[in-house]
């Protein structure tokens, strides 16, 4: 091996290794995140930097989530192969790339549509033909699409908004980060019951705020 595999072998294995050190320890979890690199999903200057468990500045004054929570989003979701996924929040793809090797089809919707071109293209070159990039203002869901097995929202809400409630099929999982977008917040798993829906706290995340409307982009 040349000195540059190697680098890159060693820098891969301690990405892993972080992974599991912050409790992703689900098999069909980390395979994926094994297999999706994240370097193509952070262009430029921080490019450098993408084996690093950290949030890293993407375009249109977004960030990329840091990788242990994309690990403990995606594991609180449980995802299987026969799900329809929607996420909310595309940002870079890098979290519905990780979804496309769990799920059997992914629709992820950002606001942003530099955003959503950008993301596509990268998930065309990848092969990842079971995603579906769309812009659109995700607090309203897709309705065109619903419902949903499992829907993740990767920017944060005052409180799980309404119409993803609704878009939820009884026995689906909903991921959303709850509460004002300058502190902490807390992710919380909401699960559809026959009867209502039950709220679990999961740990304190920070993320992007979910904002109404589509960006001046588009
Ligand atoms: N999941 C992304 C990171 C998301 S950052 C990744 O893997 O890289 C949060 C994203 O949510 C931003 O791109 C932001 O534009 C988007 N967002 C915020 N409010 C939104 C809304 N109402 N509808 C759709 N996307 C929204």
């Given amino acids: 091996m040349s000195d540059d595999t190697d680098h890159i072998a060693e820098r891969k294995m301690q990405f892993l290794f972080a992974l ?10 980390l395979t994926a ?5 994240r370097g193509p999903f952070i262009r430029g200057y921080f ?9 890293l500045p993407i375009a249109c004054g977004q960030t990329i989530s840091q990788p242990s929570v994309v690990g403990l989003m995606t594991q609180a ?12 929040g595309t940002g ?7 979804l496309s090797q769990l799920a059997r089809r992914v629709y992820t919707v950002d606001r942003h549509k530099r955003l959503v071109t950008e993301a596509s293209e990268i998930f ?23 419902p ?26 909903m991921i959303v980060p709850v509460g004002q977008s300058d502190t902490v917040q807390r992710l919380i798993r909401v699960t ?18 979910l904002v109404e409307g589509l960006g001046r982009d588009g």
């Fill in 20 to 29: 599991r050190s912050r409790g992703v320890t689900d098999k069909a979890v």
């Fill in 33 to 37: 995140m094994e297999k999706i690199d």
């Fill in 47 to 55: 490019s450098e930097r993408a084996y690093e468990d950290m949030p």
């Fill in 77 to 88: 979701l449980k995802v299987s192969n026969r799900d329809k996924v929607l996420e909310v």
């Fill in 92 to 98: 870079s793809g890098y979290q519905a790339a990780i």
């Fill in 124 to 146: 065309r070159d990848l092969d990842l033909t079971n995603i579906t990039a769309i812009t659109a203002d995700g607090s309203f869901g897709l309705p065109d699409q619903a």
């Fill in 148 to 173: 949903f097995d499992r829907i993740i929202v990767t920017a944060a809400a005052e409180d799980p908004p309404g119409p993803l409630l609704a878009q939820l099929k009884i026995g689906g999982i």
């Fill in 192 to 209: 559809r019951t026959e009867i209502g829906f039950d709220y679990d706290e999961l740990r304190p995340v920070r993320f992007v705020p």
